[in-house]
């Protein structure tokens, strides 16, 4: 989804199989991860002049795993 988003903001997609292709999975896993972004209320929508998919409305994306700081007296503790 960060490669797809990048590519958004570019407006440098390409059409649907180029995009799949570029990103090395089939149409179809490509369209289940655009509808799964849309699910997300990700303004998206495939602009045939661009041919791109381009974001309608400014948006922010930030997808991933982070750690959480644990407490030092908890770690001592979970050592010790």
């Given amino acids: 989804m960060n490669r ?3 590519l958004i903001r570019l407006k440098a997609t ?9 990103l090395g999975i089939s ?5 289940r991860i655009i509808n799964i972004m849309k699910e997300l209320n990700a303004p998206l929508e495939y602009d045939v002049d661009l041919k791109s ?3 309608v409305k400014a948006v922010g994306f930030k997808f991933g795993f982070f750690t959480k ?3 030092t ?4 503790s979970s050592v010790g």
């Fill in 14 to 22: 390409g059409n649907p199989v180029e995009l799949a292709e570029r």
């Fill in 69 to 71: 700081e644990r407490n």
């Fill in 27 to 31: 149409k179809t896993k490509l369209y």
């Fill in 4 to 6: 797809i988003d990048q």
């Fill in 53 to 55: 998919y381009v974001y």
């Fill in 73 to 76: 007296k908890e770690f001592h």
